[in-house]
């Protein structure tokens, strides 16, 4: 089993910037991943990352400014939000499991959950 747990979100404003952490416990597990769902929508994926840190993937909407990262050591992730803007603004859940390559954006293709870090970006 794989317990995940997120930390880091809060209140911003536009243009500013957070770090979220997940922290893993339990077996490894090689892909680990953030995705989102704001009020009334559907969770979407935002971006993962490889187990060697290497294969890095990101929504069109955020590349540029999220930047994922992981440190196999601690058993942590992490992703920089820069430049924030009020549409970021989302429950962020971190995720782990074994996709394909072509799955790394699916909901689907991920077994384990966190609880979700929410993230505010006022205008």
């Known amino acids: 089993q794989v317990q995940l747990a997120e930390s880091g979100g809060g209140l911003v404003q536009a243009g500013g910037s957070l770090r979220l952490t997940c922290a893993a416990s339990?077996?490894?597990?090689?892909?680990m991943a953030w995705f989102r769902q704001a009020p009334g929508k559907e969770r979407e994926f935002v971006a993962a990352?490889?187990?060697?840190?290497?294969?890095?993937y990101y929504a069109d909407s955020v590349k540029g400014r999220f930047t994922i990262s992981r440190d196999n050591a601690k058993n942590e992730m992490y992703v920089l939000l820069n430049s924030l803007k009020p549409e970021d603004t989302a429950v962020y859940y971190c995720?782990?499991?074994?996709?394909?390559?072509?799955?790394?954006?699916?909901?689907?293709?991920?077994?384990?959950w966190g609880q979700g870090t929410q993230v505010t970006v006022s205008s």
């Open positions: 995720a782990a499991g074994r996709p394909t390559a072509q799955g790394m954006r699916v909901i689907q293709e991920y077994d384990y």
């Open positions: 339990g077996r490894t597990v090689p892909v």
């Open positions: 990352i490889s187990w060697t840190g290497v294969n890095t």
